[in-house]
């Protein structure tokens, strides 16, 4: 049996099919496409046309190189940027189009759980304690587990991408601005202190294209046979500062589509060594594709590990159509009854909390693999002290008759309230199935 993964990253875009022998899964064919996606919004927070077509015209070749594996088989999903794109809404369903598979919205929890998943998969058996750090394009994943389980996880809205465009945005590379990338990312990273620091692992790994750019530059000056040290950051500084420029950069082993982002992703790492109190690290393959994979198997073997945590992997435009009470009721739809979160860890601005009641409830005729009784699960990304109720209307209010309209006037325009500009940011959050949040409460039934 044959199993994809599709990771639409925040800066690279991945396929991975992998053949099942036994417990194991055996890499059949990988490739890569450098989208960069985290670069790709406009003054709004949405996607650029430019960007959809972009990333649209890649989700299409996948979908050859995928040749037509059942949906069952395959599970694809996106991070960071599409979590935080005011207009995912608009473009995951013609990403999953193009694709011809749905595609979910991991959780910034949800990822760094699979990143271990896969790097565990691929790392030698081991009862210490891991810590895996995934640097991606507009996030960072630090995990801490043993064996094939994490313990404690968090991801961090820091990336390789995003910090390049906010610090080097004009190519110049100098001291002052790689000080104040870094400074920033510790800033970022500080909350975590407590959870990662050098006592609560044994070893370190990192995964992901930046640590193993910076591995491979420290293999090809002749460093190390890999591994990275705080000593070795060190000395890409002084390569960095030597070049002064993005452009200027030819760095012995590394690829030319990782120059754009190399200083912004090696502040991001300088950080998580200082967070952390790394002294050395090695590279991890595998990471969130074959966390992906693996999760597949389970779920194909009827052992989805995700039923005994109370999740369940929504596509995006049904966590959409769950939340903002479009679409239609089908056969296989189901209604949330009420939702109550007291969200912890908050947005650099708070939200007041609000109730929306009355909000209508929409079809997912795609929930392929929904879980009725753990329909929302980890819902939440930061969203700080936001109350949210949602209530059905009745049973046959999803069945959207003309007579039904007047009755659903105030629902409807709750809702569109709900997402004006003062609170757009939180109703993005909401619908992006995000971070888990502490005592979400949860009724589902299903549509006679």
């Known amino acids: 049996m044959l199993l994809g993964a599709v990771d639409l990253g925040s ?30 919004f406009d003054k709004n927070g949405a996607l650029t046309p430019e960007m959809q077509e972009k990333a649209l ?171 990275v040290t705080p000593e070795h950051l060190e000395k890409i500084r002084a390569l960095l500062l030597r070049a002064g420029n993005i452009n200027n950069i030819q760095f012995p082993g590394l690829k030319p589509d990782r120059r754009e982002v190399i200083a912004g992703g090696y502040a991001v790492l300088t950080a998580v060594y200082r967070t952390a109190g790394i002294k050395s690290m090695r590279p991890a393959s595998g990471a969130l594709r074959v966390g992906l994979l693996y999760e597949q198997l389970g779920i194909v073997q009827n052992r989805d590990p995700r039923r005994s945590r109370g999740d369940s992997h929504l596509s995006y435009s049904a966590t959409v159509l769950l939340l903002s009470g479009r679409g239609r009721v089908g056969a296989r739809g189901c209604i949330l009854r009420k939702v109550k979160c007291n969200a912890l860890a908050g947005l650099h601005h708070a939200i007041s909390a609000r109730k929306v009641a009355n909000a209508r409830v929409g079809a997912i005729d795609r929930m392929h693999d929904l879980q009725v009784g753990a329909l929302i699960g980890r819902l939440f990304e930061r969203v700080g002290k936001l109350g949210v109720a949602v209530e059905h209307l009745g049973r046959n209010a999803g069945e959207g008759h003309a007579g039904d309209a007047d009755r659903h006037e105030d629902s409807r325009n709750d809702a569109k309230r709900f997402k004006n500009a003062h609170e757009n940011r939180a109703y993005r959050l909401v619908c992006l199935t995000a971070r888990a949040c502490v005592d979400i409460k949860a009724r589902c039934a299903l549509l006679a």
Request: proline share 2%.
């Open 11 to 40: 800066n690279s875009f991945r396929v991975e099919i992998g053949r099942v022998d036994g417990d194991r899964i055996v890499t059949q064919s990988y490739w890569k496409e450098t989208i960069r996606m985290a670069a790709g």
């Open 57 to 227: 015209a890649a989700l299409s070749r996948f979908h050859e190189k995928l040749a037509g594996l059942p949906a069952t088989q395959v599970r694809a999903v996106g991070t960071q940027a599409l979590r935080e794109a005011a207009n995912s809404s608009e473009f995951l369903p013609k990403a999953e189009a193009a694709l011809g598979y749905p595609i979910g919205i991991l959780s910034g929890h949800e990822e760094a759980r699979l990143v271990f998943k896969g790097c565990a998969r691929t790392l030698p058996p081991s009862d210490k304690r891991r810590l895996v750090v995934d640097i991606g394009g507009a996030s960072t994943e630090f995990v801490v587990g043993q064996d094939l389980e994490a313990q404690e996880y968090e991801s961090y809205h820091v990336g390789c991408v995003n910090t390049s465009m906010k610090f080097f945005a004009d190519g110049v590379i100098t001291a002052e601005k790689l000080d104040k990338a870094i400074v920033a990312c510790c800033a970022e990273f500080s909350e975590g202190e407590h959870k990662f620091n050098d006592t609560k692992f044994d070893e370190a790994y990192g995964s992901a294209g930046t640590f193993g750019a910076v591995s491979d530059i420290c293999v090809a000056q002749g460093w190390s046979d890999g591994e």
